[in-house]
């Protein structure tokens, strides 16, 4: 009897089955997006408090003790990465994710010893306290990313490969481990994170016509799009089924042609971004503008994508989004001009519940009070 460990999701049906081949059931039907399969030849699921679902009472496998926790952003970055990792290291794990902006996974893994979690796209220094104490208990950690980490620790159940120059994603860095094994996918993820540059550079070898590099910068697009979402009921999907459904494919654009995700995705991004192309910047000048957007589920859902677009359409200019919350706050999403890709994370690191990088970053939140000093720190860090 062996048991296969999912993360559970609202709204979705867990079943039990009973299978000889619990990968291969995995393969084929956890892709399903609006099922999570936990093969535990009959036994009981409990619900914890951290809304994660686990087998109990099944009796692990006599050749796999371990336990494999995969911890990744939800945007096409965390998901790219991931799918290239299980791609290469096949493995039955729990999917811990969410929005784009929850990056504080750690504290959601209940792992012992000899387990091992593989972290993808979250910033060490958001994960700090909860990794020192999986460190502690014995748990191995391998950690990929391009966010400021803060320190590091040191431990040898600690693995990290980061890397926070500005033309590199977290996707990019597994390609680099991978050795370019699943390259096409860390390309989708580079076009998502708005490095179209590295993204056409990292695809050189496939050999790819300028009509399939479009496609693979539309599906990187979407994948990003809908990660953004102040609450998962914001999102098109959950971010752990929109990577099942992606697992199931080995080749990008079968599934953008097959998957019925993708299309719900890309007539969303197209609808949200026609609502976000009447919007007027609240302050412009030649070195940055800022926008400020409604309490709206397509305000939310399109802050990201629509701020990389500007900083596209206008590479010499800065870029802020300052979304309201239906908490009264705001969510800031920050854009370095293209031709100087620099100063976003310190900027948003002056305020509570800021970082991200160098030419991309944000704020959690931002009180409406305080966004006249943000808006004089932004000029001040774009001056004309």
Not at 239 to 253: G, H, K
Not at 255 to 284: C, K, N
Not at 297 to 326: F, I, M
Request: glycine fraction near 8%.
């Amino acid at each position: 009897m062996a048991c296969l460990h999912v993360a559970g999701l609202p709204g979705v049906t867990v079943r039990n089955i009973d299978t000889p081949d619990p990968m291969r059931f995995e393969r084929e039907n956890l892709a399903k997006p609006q099922s999570v399969v936990a093969w535990a030849g009959g036994d009981k699921l409990r619900r914890r408090s951290d809304r994660h679902l686990i087998a109990t009472g099944c009796r692990r496998p006599s050749l796999r003790e371990t336990m494999f926790f995969d911890a990744f952003n939800g945007d096409a970055d965390g998901i790219c990465a991931l799918h290239q990792m299980r791609l290469a290291e096949p493995a039955a794990s729990t999917l811990i994710t969410g929005v784009k902006r929850d990056i504080g996974l750690l504290r959601k893994i209940d792992a012992r010893a000899g387990d091992v979690v593989l972290a993808l796209d979250i910033a060490v220094e958001k994960n700090a306290v909860p990794l020192a104490a999986l460190l502690e208990k014995g748990v191995k950690v391998r950690w990929f990313d391009h966010h400021n980490p803060g320190e590091l620790p040191v431990h040898p159940n600690f693995q990290a490969s980061i890397d926070t120059a500005a033309d590199v994603c977290t996707s990019l860095l597994v390609d680099r481990f991978l050795g370019g094994k699943q390259r096409i996918w860390a390309v989708v993820a580079a076009f998502g994170d708005n490095l179209h540059e590295a993204a056409r550079r990292a695809a050189e070898p496939l050999g790819l016509a300028t009509g399939q590099l479009d496609q693979l910068r539309a599906l990187g697009e979407c994948l990003n799009y809908n990660g953004y979402g102040e609450r998962l009921e914001d999102l098109h999907f959950h971010p752990a089924l929109l990577y099942r459904s992606l697992s199931a494919y080995t080749d990008p654009f079968a599934f953008i042609q097959e998957a019925p995700e993708f299309r719900t995705l890309s007539q969303g991004y197209a609808a949200d971004m026609a609502l976000a192309a009447v919007l007027q910047a609240d302050e412009a000048r030649a070195s940055g503008a800022v926008f400020i957007l409604p309490d709206a589920a397509w305000a939310r859902r399109v802050s990201g994508v629509y701020a990389n677009d500007l900083a596209t359409a206008n590479p010499n200019r800065a870029h802020a989004l300052l979304t309201r919350s239906p908490k009264g706050h705001f969510v800031v999403s920050v854009r370095a001009p293209l031709s100087n890709q620099r100063g976003a994370d310190e900027l948003c690191r002056r305020f509570a519940t800021g970082g991200g990088r160098r030419a991309a970053a944000g704020i959690n939140v931002l009180p409406e009070a305080h966004i006249p000093d943000f808006i004089a720190a932004f000029f001040a860090t774009y001056p004309s």
